[in-house]
């Protein structure tokens, strides 16, 4: 498949609802299935002939020589005579393999397509998610101290904690920053500051957190470095 293609479906994706991504692995999944079975069901028709039109030329060929089947004279004595049916058998049957392997092979990248549209329609939903994150966490610090311990500030702390526990089993985890030498793989930077915490080039402040989703960066903390 082209990268261009590819970047195609990519963008696609990221348009792309829960329930009309759901339908499109579905139909993905329906498309593998129905390459399957023509596979089988070509390869058992060509083989089926192949059996029947062998047989009944190798019912003539004994016809015809009689006692003499399956050797063959020369200077050295007999040689043992081929066997056109096994040839044949032995030919569509190396032939059903072959169309047996580039069908696994189509099943292994029609699997990775699917995998890589569900982790990029995923990282797109996700992503959309943490501005609600962070309101949580800017309500939650904004509670006065005297009502912390409040029925409505304890039901929002646990809804705020049941968000987080549902995005870490999809695989978001939040992205350590302060007290790390900066990466701007991870960190973005938008300030520098005075810091006797920690040394120059590290993270003095984080300003908003950033997260991880499985192996990707779904978002950069934006963080302040020491000077």
């Known amino acids: 498949m082209s990268k261009e293609?590819?970047?195609d479906s990519a963008k696609k994706s990221e348009k792309m609802t829960a329930k009309e991504l759901q339908q499109e692995v579905a139909k993905k999944a329906k498309e593998v299935a129905d390459a399957a079975n023509k596979v089988a069901e070509a390869a058992e028709e060509e083989i089926e002939e192949a059996v029947e039109e062998i047989t009944e030329e190798n019912a003539d060929a004994e016809?015809?020589?009689e006692g003499a089947e399956g050797e063959k004279k020369g200077l050295f004595g007999k040689k043992e005579k081929k066997n056109p049916l096994k040839e044949k058998l032995d030919e569509m049957?190396?032939?059903?393999?072959r169309q047996v392997a580039e069908f696994e092979n189509f099943?292994?990248?029609t699997d990775k397509?699917?995998?890589q549209m569900f982790d990029q329609g995923a990282s797109s939903v996700l992503e959309k998610m943490?501005?609600?994150v962070?309101?949580?966490e800017r309500g939650l610090a904004a509670v006065p101290e005297e009502e912390k311990n409040s029925a409505f500030a304890d039901g929002m702390n646990m809804i705020y904690k049941q968000l987080l526990k549902q995005m870490e089993d999809l695989g978001v985890t939040p992205i350590e920053a302060v007290g790390k030498e900066?990466?701007?793989n991870f960190h973005n930077a938008v300030m520098q500051v005075e810091s006797e915490e920690v040394g120059e080039g590290f993270v003095a402040q984080e300003l908003q957190k950033g997260y991880m989703f499985r192996d990707t960066v779904l978002r950069h903390s934006m963080v302040a470095v020491a000077k």
């Open 113 to 115: 397509e699917k995998a």
């Open 5 to 7: 293609v590819t970047k």
């Open 93 to 97: 049957n190396d032939k059903y393999l």
């Open 130 to 132: 943490l501005p609600i």
């Open 182 to 184: 900066f990466d701007p």
């Open 107 to 109: 099943r292994r990248r």
């Open 63 to 65: 016809g015809t020589s």
């Open 134 to 136: 962070d309101n949580f």
